[in-house]
């Protein structure tokens, strides 16, 4: 089993940054993959940003160049710093692990741009 707590959301304003944290136990970081979704209003589920444990980072179109996955493996924690948000950027946004072939997941954060 593993646990995913996600912290960090909240209201940010347009063009501004905020970093989103997601915390892992269970079991050790240095063995999960991890991916950031999103779900905005009316909108379905999508993968924003993932790393995993032998790749390096990929993202989603709309947030290349904008947003920054990172890991912690000794804090157990998965970053998601977001720069340059915009009002399209609101959703709440869940924090994913894949681990021998199960899924968990993490209750979401909303962020909210602001104008």
């Known amino acids: 089993q593993v646990q995913l707590v996600e912290s960090g959301g909240g209201l940010v304003q347009t063009g501004g940054t905020t970093r989103l944290s997601c915390a892992v136990s269970?079991?050790?970081?240095?063995?999960?993959?991890i991916g950031w979704y999103r779900q905005g209003p009316g909108k379905q589920r999508e993968l924003v940003a993932q790393?995993?444990?032998?790749?390096?980072?990929t993202y989603a179109d709309s947030v290349k160049g904008r947003f920054t996955i990172s890991r912690d493996n000794r804090r157990s924690t998965v970053y998601l710093e977001m720069n340059g948000v915009a009002s399209e950027d609101t959703a709440v946004y869940y924090c994913?692990?894949?681990?021998?072939?199960?899924?968990?997941w993490g209750q979401g954060t909303q962020v909210t741009v602001s104008s």
């Open positions: 269970g079991r050790p970081l240095s063995h999960v993959d």
């Open positions: 790393t995993e444990r032998y790749e390096p980072p």
């Open positions: 994913q692990a894949r681990h021998f072939g199960y899924e968990y």
